[in-house]
C-alpha cells in the first residue's frame, strides 16, 4: 500500500472515530474488525506481532504515558555512528533507537489544522493489505 492510501485509511479511521462514538468503541474493543468494516483494509500486523492494541487518548486534560517494550540489551548492534559515538566517550540514546515507525495525519473535526502534528500512530507502510 503506498504511503498515500496509508495515510488516507489512517486519516479516516481517525475521523471516524472522533465522529462517531460508537466506532470509536468497536475500534478500542476490536481494532482490526472496526478498521476493515469502516475502511474494506485489512490490517497486516508487524511481524511477531499479535494484536492491536487502541487506547483512546482523546481527552485534552489527561497527560498519557505509554510504556515501550523492554528491549533486550545482548541483541543490540550498535551502527557504525553509534560505535564511534561511544568510542570518543560519549553516550548513545537507547529510547531512540527503537522508535516505533509512526505516520502523523493531520485530520480534525473541521478539516485539516495548520501547524498541527496530530495524532501518531504506529503504523508503518506495510501496515494494510488491500
Same mark, same amino acid.
Given at each position: ?8 485509511v489512517t486519516e479516516k479511521v481517525v475521523t471516524e ?5 460508537? =466506532?470509536?468503541?468497536?475500534?478500542? %474493543?476490536?481494532? %482490526? +474488525? ?12 508487524? +511481524? ?11 481527552d485534552p486534560r489527561a497527560f498519557y504515558f505509554n510504556l515501550p517494550v523492554q528491549v ?7 551502527? +557504525? +555512528?553509534?560505535? %564511534? ?12 533507537? =527503537?522508535?516505533?515507525? @509512526? ?9 485539516? @489544522? ?8 504506529? =503504523? ?7
Amino acid at each position: 500500500m503506498s504511503v498515500n492510501s496509508q495515510k488516507s485509511v489512517t486519516e479516516k479511521v481517525v475521523t471516524e472515530a472522533w465522529n462517531n462514538p460508537a =466506532f470509536k468503541a468497536a475500534l478500542i %474493543e476490536n481494532p %482490526e +474488525e472496526a478498521i476493515r468494516s469502516l475502511t474494506g483494509q485489512q490490517v497486516k500486523l508487524p +511481524e511477531g506481532k499479535d494484536r492491536m492494541v487502541v487506547v483512546d487518548q482523546t481527552d485534552p486534560r489527561a497527560f498519557y504515558f505509554n510504556l515501550p517494550v523492554q528491549v533486550d540489551m545482548d541483541d543490540v548492534e550498535l551502527t +557504525e +555512528e553509534q560505535l %564511534e559515538v561511544v568510542a570518543g566517550g560519549g553516550r548513545v540514546n537507547f529510547i531512540d533507537m =527503537f522508535k516505533v515507525p @509512526v505516520i502523523r495525519c493531520f485530520p480534525s473535526p473541521s478539516g485539516s @489544522v495548520p501547524g498541527s502534528p496530530g495524532p501518531t500512530l504506529p =503504523f508503518d507502510s506495510n501496515s494494510f493489505n488491500a
